[in-house]
């Protein structure tokens, strides 16, 4: 059974940062390509960044230049490197892990940008 489990969300005032972890109960490197994707209040789920095994990292045009995507093989982990965050940015956070056809969901972590 694959676990995801996303941590480092919080309470963050407009103009600061947040690095989020997604800790895998199995290798990264069996998944195809991991993403992280965010809910806002309200609003349905949408995508946010992408790294797949091999090839180029993705970013929705909302976070490019902002966010970074990276991994860890090592410790089994997914990051989000979040700068420069703004109101439009609050929102549950989730990570999802692709192998083959087959989807894995973390639990989600709450993001609060406010002053």
């Known amino acids: 059974q694959v676990q995801l489990v996303e941590s480092g969300g919080g309470l963050v005032q407009p103009g600061g940062s947040l690095r989020l972890s997604c800790a895998a109960s199995?290798?990264?490197?069996?998944?195809?390509?991991m993403a992280w994707y965010r809910q806002p209040p309200g609003k349905q789920r949408e995508f946010v960044a992408s790294?797949?095994?091999?090839?180029?990292?993705n970013y929705a045009d909302t976070v490019k230049g902002r966010f970074t995507i990276s991994r860890s093989s090592a410790e089994n982990t997914l990051y989000l490197e979040m700068n420069n965050l703004n109101t439009e940015d609050t929102a549950v956070y989730y990570c999802?892990?692709?192998?083959?056809?087959?989807?894995?969901w973390g639990q989600g972590t709450q993001v609060t940008v406010s002053s």
């Open positions: 999802k892990g692709s192998r083959g056809a087959a989807s894995y």
């Open positions: 199995q290798s990264i490197a069996s998944f195809n390509a």
């Open positions: 790294i797949p095994v091999v090839g180029s990292t």
